[in-house]
């Protein structure tokens, strides 16, 4: 059975740290790329990280140079390292995986086939 089960999801004051975690069962890790997209209350769902499938790296404008994607294959888990966290980064985050191919072609907007159930964070000023 596949699932993603996110982790390290909280409440943080305006300048601290999260690290999020992705875990991955039931499927072949290395097959499929990899992402973060978060969605807050009555806004649209945006695209925070992915991981192409080139293996670079893309990251939301809004969120370029304090968060960081990142894998290890050999745990099957998927990263997000979170800094300098803003108010406006409160959102429900999830990770979606994408198989390799023409649906990783935009790695903030995976065309993704599974994805988890959620983390919640909530940042205060």
């Known amino acids: 059975q596949v699932q993603l089960v996110e982790s390290g999801g909280g409440s943080v004051q305006a300048g601290g740290s999260l690290r999020l975690s992705c875990a991955a069962f039931?499927?072949?890790?290395?097959?499929?790329?990899m992402g973060w997209f978060r969605q807050a209350p009555g806004k649209e769902r945006e695209g925070v990280a992915g991981?192409?499938?080139?293996?670079?790296?893309s990251y939301a404008d809004s969120v370029k140079g304090r968060f960081t994607i990142s894998q290890d294959n050999a745990k099957n888990t998927l990263y997000l390292q979170m800094n300098s966290l803003k108010p406006e980064d409160t959102a429900m985050y999830y990770c979606?995986?994408?198989?390799?191919?023409?649906?990783?072609?935009?790695?903030?907007?995976?065309?993704?086939?599974?994805r988890g159930q959620g983390t919640q964070v909530t940042v205060s000023s």
């Open positions: 039931g499927y072949t890790y290395s097959w499929y790329c």
């Open positions: 979606a995986a994408a198989p390799r191919g023409s649906r990783c072609l935009q790695p903030l907007n995976l065309d993704y086939v599974y």
């Open positions: 991981i192409g499938n080139d293996g670079i790296s």
